[in-house]
């Protein structure tokens, strides 16, 4: 078949575009190139198109769109569409792209091969369906003569009946093997549908947990008599319940940031060595706690890498994590830090441990989304089960690779981390701990805007009584515009959502009298997206500080501003 077909080509990047020019140049079709959707959908108007190469992310119209404009255009709705993207798809998104027309993806980098492939088979068919319809169109002009020839015409007729038969056959194989595609899919949400099911009853069930220790405590400061040997262990174990409480919340946060493509990192050179020894000295106390053995084997080159701190950490800490609980009391951890055999500019990071193992069938899948390795040991453990999902996602934005290795359930497993090292030897920045003392810290006179007012008082007596500040609250933001009149505070501690009008309104009001202008606003909020973060330093506020607020860092923050504010404010 000699016809040569048209293929669009969609994307917002030349370079791209040349790309699939060379990839695709050797098929000997004619290659159409457009760089928008909008450019894609007027050159649909001009000539009709075998297949569409579509770029997923590109400015204005994305790739869905685009797609929903094609499909709901007739000379178009039936033109296959491969989807390119660069970024992890959901099953969410792969499904609207299959109901937006897509017959497959590819992922960049591109593969030659298997987009040539994708392509050929594509045009194959479109050139196949076209030397259909014309065959049809044959048989309705032999149709039409059989009419003055019958007897003449009965054996042409015949075979032309036993082609259409024959074509007829492979287009019921293409809709066979179209329903078993769906089946399939539809199989894939069904499982999804369960696993998100059984996460949300998990989730109950680990919120559950702190929320009875958190209330049974508060029972008991409620007796009539309460020791002070009570009273501690009551606030140690709110501390703790809190503090897991917030864990939680901020993992459920880190799983909407990363599949929404939401988190930023903040890199910067590191030692890998260091951030390990960090992660082990965080998991230490459960580590000991189920009496396992720990063995620990690092390179002897510093390995250096660009990467965030804390989501690095938060990769290790997660990895040790699981190990420690889903190795059964005195079991065995192994870490080792190595550089690659295969290739120089990475390390290898390895966790391993001798516990409930991974199934066969479960090594790719265990960093799906709600996924459960072991569900029989899901309300044995603690945790929501997406630790995981966590870590691959952290370690592919930092360029690298995690990989499962186990020989079966109850054998252990090994999780193996992959990262770009640097280069060019970085030397260690010089720090201090950040943190200052109370008894350091000028007295200072200090207003509370919170509408909530158990966390308004709570802070007030912290500040009062281990900061020797002057603290007044108020519990809307008119009131607390009213009360910075009259007690002229050198710091304001301001709530976001408050009753009447919100935080950034407060604020606005503040800013726009000149004995407040260079009054330092610190928020305090529930809210800790990225957009509301900008929005505060849009609107004035000097630092974010995310509830549960820990202490410690709210009087690292007042220590900061100490060097910004006149001495002759300070409270004596």
Sequence with gaps: MNERANILLVDDTPARLLTYEAILGSLGHNLIRA????????????????????????????????????????????????????????????????????????SVPVIPEILRGKVHVLVQLYLQRRELSRLNDALTQANAELADAHRALKAENMRELQVLNHTLERANEQLTAE?????????????????????????????????????????????????????????????????????LIDDLLDVRRITSGNVQLKREPLELETVLKQSLEAVRPLIDSRRHSLRMSMAGDALQVEADPVRLTQIFINLLT??????????????ALEPDSGQAAWAVVRVRDSGAG??????????????????????????????????????????????AVSDGLGRGSEFVVRLPVLSIPREKAL?????????????????????????????AVYLRETGRHVVQLAQTGRAGIALAREFQPEVVLLDIGLPDIDGYEVARQLRSDERFRGVPLIAITGFGGDADRARAASAGFRNYLVKPVPYELLTDVLAGLDGTLEPQRAVH
């Design 35 to 106: 760089r928008s959707g909008d450019e894609a959908l007027a050159r649909l108007l001009e000539t009709e198109v075998a297949t569409i190469l579509l770029d997923v992310s590109m400015p204005g119209l994305d790739g869905f769109e685009t797609a929903a404009l094609i499909r709901g255009h007739p000379r178009s709705a039936q033109t296959p569409i491969i989807f390119v993207t660069g970024v992890h798809l959901t099953d969410v998104d792969r499904l609207r792209g299959y109901e937006m027309g897509a017959v497959d993806y590819v």
């Design 358 to 403: 991974i199934a066969p069938d479960m090594l790719e899948r265990v960093f799906e989304l709600f996924a459960q390795v072991h569900p029989a040991d899901a309300r044995t453990h603690s945790g929501l089960g997406i630790g995981l999902s966590l870590v691959r996602a952290l370690v592919e934005l930092h360029g690298g690779t995690v990989h």
């Design 322 to 335: 699981n190990a420690a609980k889903y190795t059964p009391e005195g079991g065995s951890i192994e870490v």
């Design 431 to 459: 720090s201090g701990n950040g943190t200052m003392a109370f008894a350091s810290l000028l007295p200072r006179k200090l207003l509370i805007i919170d509408d909530n007012v158990d966390t308004a008082l709570g802070l």
């Design 179 to 247: 329903i078993a595609e769906r089946t399939r899919v539809e199989a894939q949400l069904q499982g999804a549908a369960k696993r998100k099911d059984e996460f949300l009853a998990i989730l109950a069930h680990e919120l559950r947990n702190p929320l009875s220790a958190i209330h049974n405590g508060v029972q008991l400061l409620h007796a009539d008599e309460v020791s002070a040997e009570r009273v501690a262990w009551v606030r140690d174990l709110l501390s703790r319940q809190v503090k897991h409480l917030t864990r």
